[in-house]
């Protein structure tokens, strides 16, 4: 049964209507047009459908939109600022760190928390933190320089 349920999602306040157990991530792309966390294997595995639940990276295949009520959701669509890319999406740019970028939105993401959590991160905290979102493409390396150049960039003082 369809239940209207609040949601707060990049700031913005949203009334659904969907059933509770519906995944959060089908809420996001089919009913609000947020779809840049995406569907990979739908299982939790590939960290594809990564966002942010109250700052803490979840994977939204995984919960139910009920869960997301009261907390505050933040997807890749939010981190932009005023014009302004995310430290880490720009350093994503800068260093070329994704080739079909499915991945892309969800390592953003995740990086993004790991940086809240330790702002100075080694290439193995990097490693170990990223180690559930999947890159088919092999950009690795890539997105480990990022993630340090985005380090290096927000304890400069940017957003
Ligand atoms: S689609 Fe959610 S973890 Fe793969
Ligand atoms: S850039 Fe293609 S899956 Fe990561």
């Known amino acids: 049964m369809a239940n209207l349920i609040e949601l707060q999602v990049n700031g913005k306040r949203s009334l659904v209507k969907y059933p509770p157990d519906a995944s959060l991530l ?10 840049g966390a995406k ?9 594809a459908c990564t966002v942010l ?12 939109v009920s869960a997301g009520v009261g907390k505050s959701i933040t997807t890749i669509e939010g ?3 005023e014009g302004l890319l995310h430290p880490v999406q720009q350093a994503f740019l800068d260093a070329g760190a994704f080739q079909c970028a499915f991945c892309t939105p969800g390592m953003i993401i995740s990086s993004v928390a ?43 003082g940017r957003p």
């Open 114 to 156: 790991l940086l809240h959590a330790k702002p100075n991160p080694t290439s193995s905290e990097i490693i170990q933190f990223l180690q559930g979102n999947i890159c088919r493409c092999g950009t690795h390396p890539r997105i480990i320089d990022a993630v340090r150049q985005a380090a290096k960039t927000m304890q400069g």
């Open 39 to 47: 569907y990979g294997c739908g299982e939790g595995q590939c960290g």
């Open 53 to 64: 639940i109250g700052g803490a990276p979840r994977r939204s295949c995984q919960v139910p």
């Open 79 to 81: 981190l932009e600022k």
């Open 26 to 35: 089908t809420v996001l792309r089919d009913e609000l047009g947020l779809t």
